[in-house]
T-cell receptor
Framework: GENVEQHPSTLSVQEGDSAVIKCTYS??????FPWYKQELGKGPQLIID?????GEKKDQRIAVTLNKTAKHFSLHITETQPEDSAVYFC???????????FGAGTTVTVRA | DSGVTQTPKHLITATGQRVTLRCSPR?????VYWYQQSLDQGLQFLIQ???????AKGNILERFSAQQFPDLHSELNLSSLELGDSALYFC?????????????FGPGTRLTVT
């Protein structure tokens, strides 16, 4: 099955700086890579996703890049704000599957 | 708000007991997924239903079972509960298109087994 590794496990950034979270996956058949944000006491919220036929996708201050050859993908948050503080999860789904395999999560803290 | 609802929000029960968790998917979504989130195992896929039929199974214990009803809501049944079953249980739903994988999560049910 798919194995997703996520780094770092914790990340502390100054407000206004950028944050980068990296994930690697094992199954070359994976073709869908979502990112979720989970705030305390809430369910994971889909914030951005990318499919294997695209190398980069942006949505305002959030961007995701995908390197299929190296089997890794990254989340970039620019101009971080205190409300960006949360746990972020990457995930992957192989093309013949529908179940998400999640990374272990990154706790992001934005210092004011 | 994702549009996925789960009840109850919190559940406290004793070892050996049986509980039922309920999920209503987003309007129009035919697929329902159940996930377990614990500190040591992270987010783990349990089971998926599509339009009333079981489609995929993950690391779901034999003591756990699920079903999806004609109105598309789903229930996860956990029996002979053990302390290690204490976790957050999430339901997610997704659109029906075969090429669309977006899964939208509900707020979860926190299960505490004492």
């Amino acid at each position: 099955g798919e194995n997703v590794e996520q780094h770092p496990s914790t990340l502390s950034v100054q407000e206004g700086d950028s944050a980068v979270i990296k994930c690697t996956y094992s199954d070359s058949a994976s073709n869908y890579f979502p990112w979720y944000k989970q705030e305390l006491g809430k369910g994971p919220q889909l914030i951005i996703d990318i499919r294997s036929n695209v190398g980069e996708k942006k949505d305002q201050r959030i961007a995701v890049t995908l390197n299929k050859t190296a089997k890794h993908f990254s989340l970039h948050i620019t101009e971080t704000q205190p409300e960006d503080s949360a746990v972020y999860f990457c995930a992957a789904i192989p093309s013949n599957d529908y179940k998400l395999s999640f990374g272990a999560g990154t706790t992001v803290t934005v210092r004011a | 708000d994702s549009g996925v609802t789960q009840t109850p929000k919190h559940l406290i029960t004793a070892t050996g007991q049986r509980v039922t968790l309920r999920c209503s998917p987003r309007s129009g979504d035919l697929s329902v997924y159940w996930y377990q989130q614990s500190l040591d195992q992270g987010l783990q896929f349990l089971i998926q239903y599509y339009n009333g039929e079981e489609r995929a199974k993950g690391n779901i214990l034999e003591r756990f079972s699920a079903q999806q009803f004609p109105d598309l809501h789903s229930e996860l049944n956990l029996s002979s509960l053990e302390l290690g079953d204490s976790a957050l249980y999430f339901c997610a739903s997704s659109p029906t298109s075969g090429v669309s994988y977006e899964q939208y999560f509900g707020p979860g049910t926190r299960l505490t087994v004492t």
